[in-house]
């Protein structure tokens, strides 16, 4: 019988990680400093939030900012764990945790110009090799030779 | 040695990468059984990207001992468009392009989840009868979506007649949304707001033409492939997928259903006319690739039945709200998720008060379904694979974006 999912607040203030809180438009969100991801995951995950439902980046100017939406299919719940990881930084992967998080990891790697820490196939998905991260801000999206053409 | 990965002779595809295996979790099979101890050369195999079995531009790198699967990785990115990086640099109501091109089968799925993005964000009021005409579209292009999958899954197995009766009755449906929308494939319908136009006159008489004879076709359909006896062995208890492994990787949609779990957005996360609609959920139970067959089916007989009901009771009133030209959603973030053909598509909008959004990212259910091809077939034979890739459904533009 499975634990039925309760709010993440609770989840993580019993697993001891240090955690703020805030319910945005998004849903219930939980900050978590990103030494402690695996922790909440696990902590999560352990409560009953069974899947990871989507894992992805935002570049907000000062750091990346990183989501990973969990969903407890037995509870009919969702919650968010956030962290903000430096440019460049590497991010620890979680997919011992929640394995679907193999393919989405690779890709935010890969178009945010971090390095993937403990993946099994920490390659690039869908650019080639050279491609600059493309969802930087600071990354136009012409490249120069496209602006002198036109 | 007991792990099978240490005897390859040839290296092939552990070699990509640098990679330590680790330790799977509970559950989750990385390492291949069935595999006899015998030193025999292990071929790497290209399979795609012009493969006619993998549905697009997937390329399986499988590596085979003898006909069976010892490893295969999933290798994408031949489509890559840079959606999510156009998308930041395109007004809130033209973003529906994009997602067209993203799951080009079936693009009003993607569009309706942008718009329900911008609306929620901005408190758009959305007129009932734009949010059935919506769910009209959607249903519609499901169908289609659907009879694309149940054709080239037969082609799989080496069927050819049910694919030209699955593009017939699609050819039927393409005609309508021709009507409806103006396009045949990237539709660009709805829009934060409502939709773009108003039914045009006279196609409901289509859409009910449509609806009399697809129930029937839909048995026919069923009978030439679901009931031929070597469709049935090569899909019966292959590639399973119980409710673990689905939640594992992630799934959702029909694979997710196929193994028996009842999770279908447009019932648990409510949106356009759906709440108002008389319809079930079909539902596998073994989530083998038999199962996701069945879901399908299932499926196209039940949007029938909605599209039915949407024809029937479309309210009066106006088709679109009334929304400025230039969208200026207010800063904030909001995920908006629908139920496509291929699982939920979900969108993670972040915005700044600006004409563009600041972020915008694309939850394909694509790519986790091609996570869960990687794991469950290892063990299988090279023919199986074709089998297990086709009963996911996966579509590559939208892994790919």
Redesign the interface.
Known sequence: MRPDARSSRAVLKRAGVPADFET????EVARVPAADVIAALKALKDSGY?????F?G??TGDDITL?W?LRS?SA?RETYVRTSVAYGAEIASVW?????A???ER?TAE?FGMRLA???????????DGVPP??LKEVP?RTEEEVKAR | MSDPRTTVTTPGLLAEGTHDPGTPPAGIKRAPTGVDHLATEHLVINMGPQHPSTHGVLRLLIEVDGEEVVTVEVSVGYLHRGIEKLAEHRRFNAIGTLMDRGDYVSGIHGETAVALAVERLMEIEVPRKAQWLRSLAAELNRIASHLVWFGTFGLDTGGMGQFLYAMRDREAILDILEAITGQRMMFNYARPGGVVADLPVGIDEKIRAFCDTFDTYLDEHHALLGGNEIFQGRVKGIGIIDAEKAFAFGLTGANLRGAGVDFDVRKKRPYDAYPELDWEVPLGSAGDAWDRYMVRMGEMRQSARMIRQLIDGIPEGEHTAKVPKVLRPPAGEIYACVESSRGETGIHLVTDGGDTPYRMHYRAPSIFALQAVEDIVPGHLIADTVMMVGSTDVMLGETDR
């Open positions: 945005l438009a998004l849903g069974e899947s990871l439902i989507d992805d935002i570049d989501t939406r299919y009919d011992n945790v929640y394995p679907s193999l393919m989405p890709e178009l403990g993946h099994p196939n920490p390659k690039r998905l869908l650019t080639t493309l969802l999206i």
